[in-house]
């Protein structure tokens, strides 16, 4: 199994600002995946992020406002950028352990004010 | 369009008895489904998975079942226990080629098992 620690586990904001969260995961993985959960609704994908190349962002989602690092095998960083109270989520960091199981870290809670 | 659908947002159990969480798909391509129970605060936690190609399969007091014809999946506990209080996630895996597997989640059923 993987550990992953994600930073902050919350945050409120003020709109406008950006905020960067963190995922540290205790062994070297090839790809590290972005959620978002709404609330009440499900967890969806953001992006994959993959060591060396550039996240792949999906429908819906763009790298000017969801910037995304991954300068090794066991981090990732994902911003925020300019925020509005739409983007008040929770946000998830997860790792593939094989086809058919995924870890996910604690999640960032974050209000938008 | 919601790909993975949980149509019951709540289900409330007697502690001992059986607790039935049900999913519904659409996409026909998906080759795992898996669940998840997240408790508040934290991350989702993964408890069972099954293969498109089966129909069954089970993990101490969880089993999942898989009906491809009709594009349903149901996570079954038993004995229920009030440990088991959470929010519970269908996720269903579509494999997009080399390294790739991108999870869809239903929007989760709160289970409260009453003692």
């Known amino acids: 199994s993987a550990v992953i620690s994600q930073k902050p586990s919350r945050d409120i904001c003020q709109r406008g600002t950006s905020l960067t969260i963190q995922c540290q995961v205790d062994s070297q993985v090839t790809m590290m995946f972005w959620y978002r959960q709404q609330p009440g609704q499900s967890l969806t994908l953001i992006a994959t992020a993959n060591q060396g190349s550039e996240a792949t962002y999906e429908s819906g989602f763009v790298i000017d406002k969801f910037p995304i690092s991954r300068p090794n095998l066991t981090f990732s960083t994902l911003t925020v950028s300019n925020m509005s109270p739409e983007d008040s989520s929770i946000y998830l960091c997860s790792v593939e352990a094989s086809k058919t199981e995924a870890f996910f870290g604690q999640g960032t809670r974050l209000t938008v004010v | ?115």
């Open chain 2, 1 to 115: 369009d919601q790909q993975v659908k949980q149509n019951s947002p709540s289900l409330s159990v007697q502690e001992g008895r059986i607790s039935i969480l049900n999913c519904d798909y659409t996409n026909s391509m998906f080759d795992y489904f898996l669940w998840y129970k997240k408790y508040p605060a934290e991350g989702p936690t993964f408890l069972i998975s099954i293969s498109s190609i089966k129909d069954k399969n089970e993990d101490g007091r969880f089993t999942v079942f898989l009906n491809k014809s009709a594009k349903h999946l149901s996570l079954h506990i038993v004995p229920s226990q009030p440990g088991d209080s959470a929010v519970y996630f269908c996720a269903a895996r579509r494999y997009y080629g080399g390294a790739t597997n991108k999870l869809i989640f239903g929007t989760g059923t709160l289970l409260a098992v009453q003692p």
